[in-house]
């Protein structure tokens, strides 16, 4: 590229992380899922942070999708 970027923002999902009703997993978690959607993930993102190699400032977001079960625990 003639002008390189100055900032590279990478998204990509929460399913990194094993699925858990109890854990809570923040960016400084190690655990990844070894499922599909975890590998994927982590694929995603190491390939995102080559970029820094480059000089360019690099922000990986990590979405969460959130599903609650207290509706349907209290209709039991």
Same mark, same amino acid.
């Given at each position: 590229?003639? $002008? $390189?970027?100055?900032?590279? =923002?990478?998204?990509?999902?929460?399913?990194?992380?094993?699925?858990? =009703?109890?854990?809570?997993?923040?960016?400084?978690?190690?655990?990844?899922?070894?499922?599909?959607?975890? $590998?994927?993930?982590?694929?995603?993102?190491?390939?995102?942070? !080559?970029?820094?190699?480059?000089?360019?400032?690099?922000?990986? =977001?990590?979405?969460?999708?959130?599903?609650?079960?207290?509706?349907?625990?209290? !209709?039991?």
């Amino acid at each position: 590229m003639p $002008k $390189k970027p100055t900032i590279f =923002i990478n998204a990509s999902a929460i399913g990194i992380y094993p699925p858990s =009703i109890n854990d809570v997993y923040t960016e400084a978690s190690l655990e990844t899922s070894n499922d599909f959607l975890g $590998k994927t993930v982590y694929d995603w993102e190491n390939k995102a942070k !080559q970029v820094e190699a480059y000089g360019i400032r690099t922000v990986l =977001i990590g979405f969460l999708c959130e599903q609650r079960f207290h509706f349907w625990e209290s !209709q039991l």
